[in-house]
């Protein structure tokens, strides 16, 4: 069972950059990807981005393409999401999940959660 465990979050002037990181400990599986989702205060848990494990592929929400990036380093275990030109409505809990995958039309967290890390941007 991969455990993912989130950090990098914090308090940023709107305009503003963040890198979240997610370690993952424990098996791997290439099969899947690693997916970030965030949540709002009273709102459901959303898709963000993911990197697929086995060919670096990634994908992103319509909200963040062009300011987000996600990137993996094998070698740490560790998946990265670089977050620029924040935005007041990225405010969230941002979650990574490692059993990220393809169901139906969106992309869902079908792994372990973490604790997830609080981004906060001030307008």
């Known amino acids: 069972q991969v455990q993912p465990v989130e950090s990098g979050g914090g308090l940023v002037q709107a305009g503003g950059s963040l890198r979240l990181s997610c370690a993952a400990s424990g098996r791997t599986f290439s099969r899947y990807a690693m997916g970030w989702f965030r949540q709002a205060p009273g709102k459901e848990r959303e898709f963000v981005a993911a990197i697929v494990w086995s060919r670096n592929i990634t994908v992103y929400a319509d909200l963040v393409k062009g300011r987000f990036t996600v990137s993996r380093d094998n070698a740490k275990n560790t998946v990265y999401l670089q977050m620029n030109s924040l935005k007041p409505e990225d405010t969230a809990v941002y979650y990574c999940?490692?059993?990220?995958?393809?169901?139906?039309?969106?992309?869902?967290?079908?792994?372990?959660w973490g604790q997830g890390t609080q981004v906060t941007v001030s307008s």
């Open positions: 999940n490692p059993g990220t995958r393809m169901y139906g039309s969106s992309w869902h967290g079908f792994g372990s």
